[in-house]
């Protein structure tokens, strides 16, 4: 069985940083590509970043390029997304999830974790 | 502003069928392939939809989807009181490089 752990959210001021976590199991990780996808409160879904299965190659949206990172380390069965110069809009559950195949744009979003809140307040 | 377009709301009663729309361009739904998403209340989005029409396993043949050109459906029919969720539509962007979803509908069940 899929599953996917997201930690790493928390209460962080307007400019700082922080790491997400996304711990995979029940598949193998190093197969498949990986998203992050997040949902502001009451909001919609968007799409953050992706990443294929062996980190080759990398996507993010506008809203957060340049600010953000995703990587992974396929050792570990673990994907990351640091999150630098944070904005209150920036606040959302954030999920991760496997793609059913090795890059993120041919395929999508299959199975999702149940995500991992960030509040970015002053 | 979302680049998919689907109504904010849709609503029917037990047994009806009932249809959700997704409008988008060229860039996305014209030139590539809709995935739809479910979301029942405090839970994360399940995948409903790929490829337009394809239903993972586990999905009751209930559900269905549809694309025609730079629009996609997602119809549920014998509609029952645990299909009340939000409902997004998603397809890749060939101009952004990204994933793009719809707004979201929200299915009421009367």
Same mark, same amino acid.
């Given at each position: 069985e899929v599953q996917l752990v997201e930690s790493g959210g928390g209460l962080v $001021?307007? #400019?700082? +940083?922080?790491?997400? +976590?996304?711990a995979a199991s029940g598949f193998t990780f190093d197969d498949y590509a990986m998203h992050w996808v997040r949902q502001a409160p009451g909001k919609g879904l968007e799409w953050v970043s992706g990443i294929s299965w062996n +980190? #080759?190659?990398?996507?993010?949206?506008?809203?957060?390029?340049?600010?953000?990172?995703? +990587?992974?380390?396929?050792?570990?069965?673990?994907?990351y997304l640091q999150m630098n110069s944070l904005r209150p809009?920036?606040? &959302?559950?954030?999920?991760? &999830?496997k793609d059913p195949g090795y890059d993120f744009w041919s395929g999508y979003p299959?199975?999702? #974790? $149940?995500?991992?809140?960030v509040t970015v307040s002053s | 502003q979302?680049?998919?377009?689907? *109504?904010?709301?849709?609503?029917?009663? *037990?047994?009806?069928?009932v249809t959700i729309s997704c409008s988008g361009g060229s860039s996305n739904i014209g030139?590539?392939?809709v995935n739809w998403y479910q979301q029942l209340p405090g839970t994360a989005p399940k995948?409903?939809?790929?490829?337009?029409?394809?239903? *993972?396993?586990?999905? *009751?043949?209930?559900?269905?989807?549809?694309?025609?050109?730079?629009? @996609?459906?997602? @119809?549920?029919?014998?509609?029952?009181?645990?299909?009340? @969720?939000?409902?997004?539509? @998603?397809s890749w962007d060939d101009s952004l490089n990204g994933w793009v979803f719809g707004g979201g509908t929200k299915l009421t069940v009367l």
């Open positions: $001021q307007p #400019g700082r +940083s922080l790491r997400l +976590s996304c +980190s #080759g190659n990398t996507g993010y949206a506008d809203s957060v390029k340049g600010r953000f990172t995703i +990587s992974r380390d396929n050792a570990k069965n673990s994907l809009e920036d606040t &959302a559950l954030y999920y991760c &999830a299959h199975y999702w #974790g $149940q995500g991992t809140l | 979302s680049v998919l377009t689907q *109504p904010p709301s849709a609503s029917g009663t *037990p047994g009806q069928r030139s590539n392939t995948l409903l939809i790929y490829s337009n029409n394809q239903r *993972p396993s586990g999905v *009751p043949d209930r559900f269905s989807g549809s694309k025609s050109g730079t629009s @996609a459906s997602l @119809a549920i029919s014998g509609l029952q009181s645990e299909d009340e @969720a939000d409902y997004y539509c @998603a």
